[in-house]
Structure formats: structure tokens, C-alpha cells
């Protein structure tokens, strides 16, 4: 008796489980698509919004991937030169007084930071094992300004130059490059999504 098996408050059978879980993988698949296809220049957004997260978990998953293939390179896989990048730390108290603009202006100016950097990245390494991350990077990012049009978030892009730009700091190492990257998405990317109003429409 005292060996017996439980599954949880939903008692669900952990194969019935998996089997859901390999069937949503198609459509999660299918929403990728439909994503990257979005991210081709000239094209309008998509008519409806992108809400399912298991789309930025799939990036961040992608970004941890080229943070752990750069920690194991050991030659070709220098940054040239520091860059800027965006705060990835999050202070709750100031992010909710923030209104819906200014947190969509703060992503959308951390992603193309991010989109500089990771293209500096790319011609600074010679290792050819990690161009295929950092172009997947590249892509992604781009994929998340596509969900972001998606939901209604109006395109912007900073007027000045990276250096002069609040909420910032520089690295000198592809590591912390593709650390930021992560916690960004990790951090603001993610809870702008989940405050996105063309969300929770979506869901009343």
C-alpha cells in the first residue's frame, strides 16, 4: 500500500500524458511556421494574434542551445569588439507603473540590440560549428518582432545610436552576449506577452 502510485491533482496517466504532449508538438510545428513565414520583409501581420508561449519557450530554448555550443568553443569564437545590449534584470515595482508603450518601446529597443550584437557576433567568429546558432538567433528575433506585430504592438525602432540609449550596458565576451540573450527573453520579452491585451482578449 504504501508503494502506491499517484499522479498529481489531476490524476492524469503520465503515458496518456506524454502521448498529448507529442501530439501538440505538430502544432506547435504548424504555429513556427506560420511565425517565420510572418518575419518575410513586406508582408502584413498575421490576422491573428500569437499567444501561445511554447513559441518563445521554443526560442528560448534555441538561445540556450548557442550559449552552451559558444561555452565549448575554444577557438573562432571571439567577439570582436564590446557591444551594447539591454538590462535583462527586472524591477517589478518600476515594470508595472510602465504603461503598455513604454514596455513595448523597452523590448522592442532590447531586441534590436540584441539583433546588432548577434550580427556583429556573426562576423567576428570563424568557428563554422556556431554560425548556424547565431543565425537561428538572428531569425528568432526577427520571428519575435513578427508576434509582436502580431498582437497589435506597434513597430519601433530607436532613433539614436546603441551608445546613447538608457537601460543598457556593454559586454566584451560572446558568452555574456548570448547570456543577456536568453535572460532577455526569459525576462521582459516574456512578460510582455503575457500582459499583451490582444492576448487576453484572445482568451475572454
Known amino acids: 500500500m504504501g508503494n502506491r502510485r499517484t499522479y498529481g491533482p489531476n490524476r492524469e496517466d503520465p503515458v496518456r500524458g506524454y502521448a498529448d504532449t507529442a501530439m501538440e508538438f505538430p502544432r506547435l510545428l504548424a504555429l513556427l511556421l506560420i511565425v517565420l513565414e510572418?518575419?518575410?520583409?513586406?508582408?502584413?501581420s498575421p490576422l491573428r494574434p500569437i499567444c501561445d508561449l511554447r513559441v518563445l519557450n521554443h526560442f528560448i530554448k534555441e538561445a540556450r542551445d548557442a550559449e552552451v555550443a559558444m561555452k565549448?568553443?575554444?577557438?573562432?569564437?571571439?567577439?570582436?569588439?564590446?557591444?551594447?545590449?539591454?538590462?535583462?534584470k527586472v524591477d517589478f515595482d518600476v515594470w508595472e507603473k510602465k504603461n503598455a508603450l513604454e514596455k513595448a518601446q523597452e523590448v522592442q529597443c532590447g531586441l534590436w540590440l540584441l539583433q546588432q550584437a548577434l550580427s556583429l557576433l556573426r562576423t567576428s567568429v570563424t568557428n563554422t560549428a556556431l554560425h548556424s546558432h547565431i543565425d537561428n538567433s538572428i531569425r528568432n528575433l526577427l520571428s519575435i518582432n513578427a508576434v509582436l506585430r502580431s498582437l497589435n504592438i506597434q513597430e519601433y525602432t530607436p532613433s539614436t545610436n546603441a551608445a546613447g540609449l538608457e537601460g543598457t550596458w556593454r559586454v566584451s565576451s560572446a558568452t555574456d552576449l548570448l547570456q543577456v540573450h536568453v535572460n532577455f527573453l526569459r525576462g521582459k520579452v516574456r512578460l510582455l506577452l503575457?500582459?499583451?491585451?490582444?492576448?487576453?482578449?484572445?482568451?475572454?
Open 38 to 44: 510572418w518575419t518575410r520583409p513586406g508582408l502584413p
Open 72 to 88: 565549448s568553443c575554444r577557438e573562432g569564437c571571439s567577439l570582436s569588439e564590446s557591444v551594447t545590449v539591454p538590462q535583462t
Open 194 to 204: 503575457l500582459d499583451a491585451q490582444a492576448c487576453q482578449q484572445d482568451v475572454s
